[in-house]
Every structure is written in structure tokens, then in C-alpha cells.
């Protein structure tokens, strides 16, 4: 258990990204492809997708949903036979909701060839038994590089309630 103390006020059970973050590597056969080897961008986002969530509920240690998707880029293509390797960690935690950042490389087993694919952002948001939304613990920032992921993800968050108002 870490404590921390957010405006003077002690909060139990904050967490770093560190104690959430996950690795998965799956490998791309012909069912995940079309006809010319090409992995299907929405198998990819599948993979995106089921490691957000394993990160969400890792640090709320509750039911977890996804709220949205986005900045979702399809840098390279992924090939048939490829390992997929999705790396995940929490950038930032609001009251109950909670944004992954998503980094995904293609390696050629035959190589060994590592290649920068996809990136993305997701957010995810902590529900109770009751279906609502609960809070999570707050996120411990121990490095510099903590701070700049979380202080760039509550930037996002407020882009995405401003364009959530305009809808």
C-alpha cells in the first residue's frame, strides 16, 4: 500500500504506473489477415483493446469498461506470422476514469526485426457492482517522466470533454 497526499489530504492505496503496466505478445496468423497477409486493423485495435483493459483493471481492481479510443495511429503494416507486442501503462487517473498509452511492434520471427506499428490512447472507466462509475486509486508520479505522461494525458482528457460538450 503507498500513501500520498493530493491538496494535503491523505489518499490510501495510489499506485505508480509501474504496478499496472502489461506486456502481451500474440502471434498473427492467416484468420487475423486478408488475402494478401495484411493483419486486419480492427484485429489489432481487438489486441489494443484487451490490454487496455488488463491495465484498467490491474490498477482499479474493479470492473472496467472502455470509454473511448483514440489517437489511434497505424504507423507500419503487420504481416501473417508476425509477433504482435503490445506494451501498456497508465498516463492518467481522473475520479473513475483512467487513459492507457498503447505502444505496438511487429517483430519478424524470422529475424528477429522490431518494428514501431501502432500507437494509441484508451480510456478506460471504473464501475461498481451496481454498474456506475467509482473512483480508482490515484496514480503515484515518482519520475520526471511520470509526471510529463500524466501532466500530457490531463491535457488530452480536457480535449476530450471539450469535443464530448460540442456533440
Avoid at 492467416?30 to 488488463?54: C, H, Y
Amino acid at each position: 500500500m503507498h500513501l500520498c497526499f493530493d491538496d494535503n489530504i491523505m489518499v490510501l492505496n495510489a499506485k505508480t504506473p509501474e504496478e499496472s503496466k502489461a506486456e502481451m505478445t500474440v502471434r498473427m496468423f492467416p484468420s487475423d489477415a486478408n488475402p494478401a497477409g495484411n493483419v486486419f486493423g480492427g484485429e489489432i485495435l481487438k489486441q489494443i483493446d484487451l490490454i487496455a483493459g488488463l491495465v484498467a483493471q490491474r490498477h482499479a481492481r474493479t470492473n472496467t469498461v472502455t470509454a473511448s479510443i483514440d489517437r489511434v495511429n497505424f504507423l507500419k503494416p503487420v504481416y501473417v506470422g508476425d509477433a504482435l507486442i503490445l506494451n501498456a501503462r497508465l498516463t492518467y487517473v481522473h475520479r473513475s476514469s483512467m487513459e492507457i498509452e498503447i505502444r505496438v511492434e511487429a517483430e519478424d520471427l524470422m529475424t528477429g526485426t522490431r518494428t514501431l506499428t501502432n500507437t494509441a490512447y484508451v480510456t478506460a472507466v471504473a464501475l461498481g457492482n451496481d454498474g456506475k462509475t467509482i473512483g480508482v486509486p490515484h496514480l503515484l508520479l515518482k519520475t520526471d517522466d511520470d509526471k510529463r505522461r500524466f501532466a500530457e494525458g490531463e491535457q488530452r482528457m480536457m480535449q476530450r470533454l471539450r469535443e464530448r460538450k460540442k456533440n
